[in-house]
């Protein structure tokens, strides 16, 4: 695919002079942009809902390529970018990331009005499109399940029967990263098209591997898109394809705990700053000996069709199958030691289909529709665990023995955990802390029996099926004043499943940690059973009756049975909007909405070995919203501003909880959030485009364990400014092309919990964390791009991100939090280089 398209690059460099103009074309265009946040085309200020927009030469001119940068730059929209595998999209406070198959989304993504919305298939590139927008605020009745709070639409350019046009750009900077990317629409005459793009885009690594091999936090993706168009008569259709392959090296999951290590030596190769490089690996032989790193392949087929039956009537359809495949391997304790390993092997496929009839005539505009959903997924969740290292941890002592001499900080060398007299000294200690004297023979001989690789798996399985019923009317009361609303109606039919496994034989460390909680009688003759030589592989037997214990999971009845449960459900959803136009130009509104996520089923691992799944119905999530806003045109239609005041209410807030390594949702009650969000740009001539944004958005929980708490990935403020700038050179000598920008966001939690050590003691983890250190403090990101253009179409630019170079981090707590060992994931460094881009043809 590289081969072809930097073919394509080099054929449009050679054709692009022969479509030469006289002018390049304004570097922002100064009219509203039209969007389909209401399922229909109309002009954004029409709209009584606050929407914001990119388009895809606002998205050019700032060098974004991916969600995680253009979220900077619409207010109350925030998007953490783990991997491609692991996103979080937030829209005023509500976070949608979990990887669960049975978890409903609470933002949905939509790419051309299909739900791509399931967190490991929802993150694409972002490439030959017309737009992005975001819909904020409850979008249920529009949009359906998944929109609680708000709707990201990736409007794609489709195959084109006016113009035969091609664009190619490419760009080289630090880190070795490349990209390249490619467009040709071709016109094939009686209302037909085909369209055909595509995208490389690779970068090292930049937190050093400092155990050898690729460096962490790279990006090698590759992404291919297809359309067709055809007109026949009052008929449009529209075919798109989509894939995209990644597969980028591991994430940097890091202790700032300990240093990293030389995990055979003992030796300190590096420092334990949160943005430095780190000392990770899995374990030996875990998935077959795969590295570190992500293998993702998501695609799908869409089928737009719109029949217009008369001058006031459509019909639209929209028909879609989409899929999902994904691997992720990390080294989730974030030591060079391997205490975790664990993976993640997500699936889903959908099938989709939409039938929308819409009404536009005199004063009402309406439409009435109906849709059927089908969704199947899974989540596999492999873990290894040394229990040898890990009793280190559990004891305070990866250090090793006192004799050795080293700090707290500097895990020793692997070769210490076999030592039976340390390890089973460690277990005296952990007994001890239960109030019971474990004798040293027996002590050392259960230590002989720690596995260096024990193994687990569990699987959480779902399947949807959901039609839906909805209706939106919008009536023009006078040329000033319209009145409008809409209702849904959703049935949801699901099935939830779950099984869990041990895989090489009991655990030896859960045994330990199962039989001290038991009485004596108990107890003592468990414990005298984990000391028999071999115990990890007796079969449980009336002569041997120890249960085969789990360590991170319980496994289900005959050690790996898929237990299924099932929930109906179904709901309302509606909106009544207001809007009043004091001027032409000026535009007031008002709504009110109720928000809803469907009910889920969530299934949970036994709570003893061989016992029942854990089936936990989760009442519907409901969010009522009120909103007030204003959008005008001002200047001639050169300044647009726009801001709204909202207040939302909150019922059984579903949230992530982690017990122990697991991680389980769970109803948290209550919520608030209230804020405010403006926006604007300034177009004073063809050459300057001036734009801000500003949001504040109050988000905590009002019930609960959590009660005061913020919302996850919520930042109080964020502003953001920058600026499109053109200077002429004459008369067909192009122009030099100036784009600054400044993003800014105030502190932010990554946990719902936020890293209060009141809420992280055992049992929710294993090892207690008390350190509050898990949050990102407010912090800045400014960019630049610099180039010369031609009025040929030709683009040479320099450009930087992040050029400061502030460290700062993405994530923080993950899995390794439930050992007392919190990871933290690094943001991005300062990235710059060089870009070219080719056009000809068509639009510029």
């Known amino acids: 695919m590289r081969v072809l398209l930097l073919a394509s690059c080099g054929l449009v460099a050679l054709a692009a002079p022969a479509f030469a103009q006289e002018t390049p074309p304004p570097v922002e265009s100064n009219a509203d942009v039209v969007v389909?946040?209401?399922?229909?085309?109309?002009?954004?200020?029409?709209?009584?809902?606050?929407?914001?927009?990119?388009?895809?030469?606002?998205?050019?001119?700032?060098?974004?390529?991916?969600?995680?940068?253009?979220?900077?730059?619409?207010?109350?929209?925030?998007?953490?970018?783990?991997?491609?595998?692991?996103?979080?999209?937030?829209?005023?406070?509500?976070?949608?990331?979990?990887?669960?198959?049975?978890?409903?989304?609470?933002?949905?993504?939509?790419?051309?009005?299909?739900?791509?919305?399931?967190?490991?298939?929802s993150y694409v590139e972002l490439f030959d499109v017309e737009r992005v927008e975001v819909a904020k605020g409850p979008q249920s009745t529009l949009y359906g399940r998944g929109a609680l709070i708000g709707a990201v639409n990736i409007v794609q350019n489709k195959a084109d029967p006016s113009r035969t046009e091609a664009y190619a750009r490419g760009s080289y900077g630090n880190f070795n990263s490349w990209l390249g990317e490619a467009m040709v629409n071709v016109a094939?005459?009686?209302?037909?098209?085909?369209?055909?793009?595509g995208r490389f885009r690779e970068r090292d690594g930049y937190i050093e591997n400092l155990l050898g091999g690729r460096d962490f936090s790279s990006a090698r993706t590759w992404a291919l898109r297809g359309s067709a168009h055809q007109e026949l008569g009052g008929l449009t259709v529209d075919i798109i394809g989509n894939y995209q392959k990644d597969?980028?090296?591991?994430?940097?999951?890091?202790?700032?705990?300990?240093?990293?290590?030389?995990?055979?030596?003992?030796?300190v190769l590096g420092d334990a700053g949160r943005n430095s490089g780190a000392a990770l690996a899995p374990g030996a032989g875990f998935e077959g000996g795969r590295p570190l790193g992500l293998r993702r392949e998501v695609g799908g087929a869409t089928g737009l069709v719109n029949w217009d039956l008369g001058t006031n009537l459509r019909l639209t359809s929209i028909t879609a199958y989409r899929e999902f495949d994904a691997l992720e391997i990390f080294d989730a304790d974030g030591i060079s030691l391997p205490a975790l390993t664990a993976g993640e092997d997500a699936h889903g496929n959908q099938f989709s289909q939409e039938l929308r009839l819409t009404y536009d005539k005199g004063p009402i505009t309406a439409f009435l529709g109906g849709s059927y959903f089908h969704e199947d997924g899974y989540q596999r969740v492999p873990t290894q665990f040394d229990e040898r290292v890990l009793l280190g941890r559990l004891t305070n002592q990866l250090a090793g023995p006192a004799v050795l001499g080293r700090p707290a900080t500097d895990p020793a060398p692997a070769a210490i955990f076999a030592n039976t007299a340390f390890t089973g000294a460690l277990l005296q200690g952990v007994a001890a802390a239960s109030g019971v004297a474990l004798p040293a023979a027996r002590a050392a001989a259960i230590a002989a029996n720690l596995k260096s690789n024990h193994l687990e798996t569990s699987t959480n399985f779902s399947r949807t099926r959901a039609f839906d019923v909805f209706g939106d009317v919008t009536i023009r009361v006078t040329d000033r004043f319209e009145l409008g609303g809409g209702l849904r109606y959703t049935r949801d039919d699901k099935r939830s499943g779950f099984t869990a496994a041990v895989l090489n034989g009991r655990s030896i460390l859960g045994g330990v940690i199962g039989a001290l909680a038991q009485p004596a009688a108990t107890r003592t003759p468990l414990l005298d059973a984990l000391a028999v030589p071999g115990a990890a592989n007796i079969p449980t037997s009336a002569a041997y009756p120890v249960p085969l214990f789990g360590l991170g999971t319980q496994p289900t009845a005959g050690n790996g049975q898929v237990q299924y449960g099932e929930l109906d459900n179904d709901g309302f959803s509606w909106r009544a909007t207001a809007r009043y136009k004091p001027t032409d130009e000026a535009s007031l509104y008002a709504t009110y909405a109720r928000g809803r996520r469907p009910a889920i089923l969530s299934p949970g691992a036994p709570s003893t070995p061989l016992g029942a799944v854990r089936f936990t119905p989760l009442p519907e999530e409901t969010v009522d919203s009120y909103e007030v806003g204003a959008k005008t045109a001002l200047m001639q239609r050169r300044l647009f501003v726009e801001g709204s005041g909202f207040f939302y209410k909150y019922r059984n807030f579903q949230t992530t909880e982690q017990q122990g390594t697991v991680f389980v949702t769970t109803n948290a009650g209550r919520a608030e959030s209230y804020g405010f969000e403006g926006q604007a740009r300034y177009v004073p001539s063809d050459n300057i485009s001036l734009f801000a944004s500003y949001a504040y958005n109050h988000s905590r929980f009002k019930t609960g364990i959590r009660e005061g708490n913020r919302f996850r990935l919520s930042p109080d403020h964020a502003p953001s400014a920058g600026a499109i700038i053109g200077v002429p050179l004459g008369e067909g000598a192009g122009r030099v092309t100036f784009t600054p920008s400044v993003t800014w966001q105030s502190r932010v939690y990554f946990d719902d919990d936020n890293d209060l050590p009141g809420l992280q003691q055992p049992p929710r983890a294993l090892v207690a964390d008390n350190l509050r250190d898990e949050t990102q403090g407010s912090y800045a990101l400014v960019n630049g791009r610099i180039g010369y253009e031609l009025p040929s179409g030709i683009q040479i630019e320099a450009f930087v991100e992040n050029a400061f170079n502030k460290k700062y981090i993405n994530d923080a707590g993950n899995t390794g939090d439930g050992l007392g060992l919190p990871t933290f994931i690094a943001g991005n460094p300062r990235f710059y280089g060089v870009a070219a881009t080719f056009r000809f043809g068509g639009r510029r």
């Open 36 to 121: 389909t946040a209401q399922l229909r085309e109309q002009e954004a200020i029409d709209v009584p809902i606050a929407v914001a927009t990119l388009t895809d030469d606002q998205l050019k001119r700032l060098g974004i390529t991916e969600l995680e940068q253009a979220s900077r730059f619409i207010p109350g929209f925030f998007v953490q970018n783990q991997s491609p595998n692991n996103p979080g999209f937030v829209v005023r406070g509500i976070t949608s990331d979990s990887g669960t198959a049975f978890n409903e989304p609470r933002v949905s993504v939509f790419q051309d009005g299909v739900s791509i919305s399931k967190s490991r298939g």
């Open 188 to 197: 094939t005459g009686d209302g037909g098209a085909l369209r055909l793009a």
């Open 247 to 267: 597969t980028p090296a591991g994430t940097p999951f890091k202790s700032i705990a300990y240093r990293p290590t030389d995990p055979n030596t003992g030796v």
